[in-house]
């Protein structure tokens, strides 16, 4: 089946210490994201990348970074420069950036930094 | 300043019963989408419904439709005949004109009573 896969659902890390998250998609969509979502709030963007080996900041980079090396991954790893690690973490990825078309999520992660 | 206002932080509803979950939002860009996405629990992000700015029709899918008003800069979503399963929380967003950033509301919980 076609669909985004995130990778894993619960991770748990101490402070200070980077932490990759995984976003892999068969949908063979161009356009790749990662949002940030806190407790009752809307999602904010983090990274969003339209083709390969290019990407560009969301609002709230800061502390995060994010590589594009295949059309299928998108990588987020959270730095120990980001202030508030905890938060669930989407990606998804569309048709083609610009298009008017939804956007796929994938199941998220929830990240817990103690 | 906020782009996506959803002013309903939570909403009941009888079973069987429509509702109707409110969402303004605020451009200057001739060209924009609007979207609804239902977050369950377990949270994913699933897409509803999408409305274009120069759509001349309402969009519907289902039991979902959408209440376009352009004037008032208002894109409310109607769920009718309301099920137990449609309990989740909703979250109105907008891509405006090619721009790859997509905004979100706040998000309204909605809550189905039997």
């Known amino acids: 089946d076609g669909g985004i896969t995130q990778s894993p659902k619960y991770l748990f890390r101490k402070e200070g210490q980077n932490v990759t998250l995984s976003c892999e998609q068969n949908?063979?969509?161009?356009?790749m994201y990662w949002y940030r979502q806190d407790p009752g709030q809307g999602l904010r963007l983090i990274y969003y990348s339209q083709i390969v080996n290019d990407f560009q900041k969301g609002d709230i980079a800061e502390g995060y970074s994010v590589s594009r090396e295949k059309k299928e991954s998108f990588p987020l790893t959270v730095t120990s420069a980001q202030k508030n690690p905890t938060a669930f973490y989407l990606c998804?990825?569309?048709?083609?950036?610009?298009?008017?078309?939804?956007?796929?999520f994938g199941p998220g992660t929830r990240l817990t930094v103690t | 300043a906020q782009k996506i206002t959803q002013t309903q932080p939570g909403m009941f509803v009888q079973e069987k019963e429509a509702v109707t979950l409110d969402c303004t939002y605020d451009t200057s860009d001739p060209s924009y989408g609007l979207f609804w996405y239902k977050q369950p629990s377990s949270g994913e992000m699933i897409f509803l419904i999408y409305q274009g700015s120069y759509d001349q029709q309402n969009a519907t899918e289902g039991r979902y439709s959408l209440n376009f008003q352009k004037a008032r800069k208002s894109a409310n979503l109607v769920i009718s005949a309301s099920q137990l399963g449609d309990s989740a929380m909703y979250f109105c967003a907008m891509r405006e004109g090619w721009n790859n950033d997509m905004r979100f509301g706040a998000g309204t919980r909605l809550t189905v009573k039997p």
């Open positions: 949908l063979n969509h161009d356009a």
């Open positions: 998804a990825s569309s048709i083609n950036v610009g298009d008017p078309y939804e956007q796929y």
